[in-house]
């Protein structure tokens, strides 16, 4: 009888050992609330490692503790000290599920519409090279808070926990926060090529460009609007290169004239009529200048027709459907920039562009 008391004693404590002591864990793990009072604690007091334990698995998997410090850590900067000393937290509320939960927090924090002078001091200073100067701003700025109390404002943030097996942790979602920031950079690469080939008058490259960055992103308005704009721009191309065909350029003449210096310079002279049945504020010619092989070496643009406030003269005048535009008797277009190379006569030129009167 003895013995079977002891067997089952025995068996009790062996049972207990194994069972009982995950049960003791159990209770024993802290709670959503704990583990996220825990994290916050820890990031307020620059303490990335002890904050980076509380971190879910997920996370870890996207950024390592070394990034993560990288990241978090301020290191010889006393404003940014400063500013996480003024942070504080409240926890509201923690609702648990049997695997995740929500909390909603309350966090106060600097008040940087306020501060906004102060930091652009700061970030002016960032122009310069010089980083010595640039600490003593930030240590100037340091020493004004250390006897000032910084202006604070406050609002609540969602955070999300989950159950692992050791127990809870913060859900930050890296991986989503990684894919838009590589997705932000993408757009601001796509912007900045889309800008330069706008710039370069290659407007269709910069339309595909710009549908680019809506595939990304649909509702950035930049792009829906300079697609637009650019739209426009083409269909406007396209009017003026249709209306091209009715501006005619004829007796271009090309030689060195002689001046009142009794100089001998190259020049050119044309005449330019409107066949078409729309006014002209703007007419651009550009003559090419070939040497002996026929080969283009320069060339010059000139605005015969410009009317505009800044200009004088004749070529202020619109060209009016069926006018003739010419210089007058003895004018000629100088080309001073043409290089010794260029033989005399051997131009060619075309419009290159024209604008409508409104």
Known sequence: MTKQILGILIFSIIMFSTTGCDMIDKYTQPDAKEVLNKYLDAS???KSKEAYKYISSEDKAIKSL??????TYKKDNPFAEIMLKSISFKILNVKETTNTADATVNITMPDMSILFKDFMGVALSSAFTDKKN?????EKIAKKYETEALPTTSKEEEFHLVKEKDGWKVFL?????????????????????AKLLKKAKKLSSAVSKYEEVL???GEMVEAKEVIKEINDEMQKIKEKQKYLNNVKLYDLKAKMYSTYLNDKIPGVEFKIKNNGNRILKEVEVTVYFKNIKGTIISEEKYHPVFVSEYSYGRNNKPLKPNYIWQQEKGHFYKADSIPAEWKTGSVSANITNIEFMD
């Open 173 to 193: 979602d890296w991986k989503t926060k990684e894919i838009e920031k590589k997705k932000a950079e993408k757009i601001s690469l796509l912007l900045s090529e």
């Open 215 to 217: 595939a990304l992103n």
């Open 66 to 71: 070394s990034m993560y410090k990288n990241d």
């Open 44 to 46: 307020l007091k620059n």
């Open 134 to 138: 640039q600490s003593k701003l930030q």
